[in-house]
């Protein structure tokens, strides 16, 4: 069975991410979504909220399931018998600090691959902290945050500016 593993913050899950899930779907017999527990930044929403905010949003895709990890990535990916780490590609600068990634991870478990998809070209702009930012501000997220979580992120900042 081809196993793969998509790991990131997803603080919160963006269409983007989405878009790399459903594709990852049709080419891995499983994905799991794997959430990054050890963040040096804050996040917005806890590990839990994540996990279930993706949830969600996958409940259409019985071939991919949501874990979180602490510690290495290629740790974890062996623990649970995958054999791929799935990347997501949105523009050129993104590239250098996964090309790195991908190398050091080769270098840990050589038996790891990587392997990039490139996003629709119309999330090649998106990304969690973007969607935070515009949140904050105000702005509408609609376009860039699944319908089933819309709500759930709105509801956090105005939360925060009650509190
Ligand atoms: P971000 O905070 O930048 O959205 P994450 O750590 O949550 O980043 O991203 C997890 C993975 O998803 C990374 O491989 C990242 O390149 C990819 N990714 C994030 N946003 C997009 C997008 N809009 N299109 C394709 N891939 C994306």
């Known amino acids: 069975m081809r196993i793969a593993v ?11 991410h989405l878009d790399i899930i459903q ?13 990054v527990k ?4 804050k ?4 590990v839990d909220e994540r996990i279930e905010f993706i949830k969600r949003c996958i409940s259409n895709l019985p071939n991919v399931e949501v874990d979180h990890f602490e510690g290495l990535l290629v740790n974890f990916v062996t623990n ?3 054999q791929v780490i799935i990347k997501g590609l949105r523009a050129m600068s993104d590239f250098e600090y996964e090309f790195q990634m ?3 991870n080769r270098k840990l478990q050589s038996e790891v691959e990587t392997m ?4 629709d070209h119309k ?3 998106l990304s969690s902290s973007m969607v935070k930012e515009i949140a904050s501000l105000g702005g509408s997220i609609q376009d860039l945050v699944p319908e089933e979580i819309l709500q759930d992120i709105l509801d956090k900042y105005s939360e925060k500016q009650e509190g």
């Open 102 to 104: 991908a190398l050091l």
């Open 123 to 125: 999330y090649s702009y």
């Open 80 to 82: 649970k018998g995958a």
């Open 116 to 119: 990039f998809l490139m996003t």
């Open 23 to 35: 594709r990852s779907s049709r080419v891995f017999d499983k994905v799991i979504v794997a959430v």
């Open 6 to 16: 998509y790991p990131g913050s997803f603080d919160p899950l963006t269409y983007g």
């Open 43 to 46: 996040p917005l929403f806890s």
């Open 38 to 41: 050890n963040q040096s930044k």
